[in-house]
């Protein structure tokens, strides 16, 4: 079974920083490419952005609402993949996702974590 | 990159269809075969319903399908079931390793 699961989440101050974390199982974890999604309380669907695999040399790429602030990486050996967030604003208060990256869909996703930027 | 835009709500009674549009641009829909759709129920995570416009994953019912005329893709859910009351959003490609997705369609079965 194939299983996402993001922990990391939390209540930071605007101007501070937080890493995510996605630890996956049930599929082999190295070969895929792995996104990020967001969503605001009440809102829609944003994508943060992309990881490829090692064969592309880990190649990240980032929604122009995140770059420069965030970013992603992973650890094939542990199954698992980041996102580092820093220079945090309100607007970045969101569930995070991270998904699977298939055929340029994304076939699975973690339950997400909630992220919460207030003073 | 702005969303692409989605009618906010579409509705229907069980049996029947409903249709949904997502409209984009000619740098993102109308350019490429990468549409894809995820249903997304209260509380959940989305859920992958068709990808490269009109391909289901395995698992997801035939009375799912999609399809793309120049910048406008579409989502139909034929037959519609109580199950089928979701929030729907579409995702395309938009070149530059750069992905963008929908306003959302807020699909309620009557």
């Known amino acids: 079974e194939v299983q996402l699961v993001e922990s990391g989440g939390g209540l930071v101050q605007p101007g501070g920083s937080l890493r995510l974390s996605c630890v996956v199982s049930?599929?082999?974890?190295?070969?895929?490419?792995m996104d990020w999604v967001r969503q605001a309380p009440g809102k829609g669907l944003e994508w943060v952005g992309r990881?490829?695999?090692?064969?592309?040399?880990?190649?990240?790429n980032y929604a122009a609402s995140v770059e420069g602030r965030f970013t992603m990486s992973r650890d094939d050996s542990k199954n698992s993949l980041y996102l580092q967030m820093n220079s945090l604003k309100t607007d970045d208060t969101a569930v995070y996702y991270c998904?699977?990256?298939?055929?340029?869909?994304?076939?699975?996703w973690g339950q997400g974590t909630l992220v919460t930027v207030s003073s | 990159q702005s969303a692409l835009t989605q009618p906010p709500s579409a509705s229907g009674s069980p049996g029947q269809s409903v249709t949904i549009s997502c409209t984009g641009t000619?740098?993102?829909?109308?350019?490429?075969?990468?549409v894809s759709w995820y249903q997304q129920h209260p509380g959940k995570a989305p859920k992958l319903m068709i990808y490269?416009?009109?391909k289901r994953p395995w698992g997801v019912p035939g009375r799912f399908s999609g399809s793309k005329s120049g910048n406008t893709a579409s989502l139909t859910v034929s037959g519609l079931q109580a199950e089928d009351e979701a929030d729907y959003y579409c995702?395309?490609?938009?070149?530059?390793?750069?992905?963008?997705f929908g306003t959302g369609t807020k699909v309620t079965v009557l």
């Open positions: 998904a699977r990256d298939w055929s340029t869909a994304l076939s699975s």
């Open positions: 049930g599929f082999t974890f190295s070969d895929p490419y």
């Open positions: 990881i490829k695999n090692k064969a592309q040399s880990y190649t990240a």
């Open positions: 000619s740098s993102d829909v109308g350019a490429y075969s990468y």
């Open positions: 490269d416009v009109n």
């Open positions: 995702n395309s490609y938009a070149g530059s390793n750069n992905y963008v």
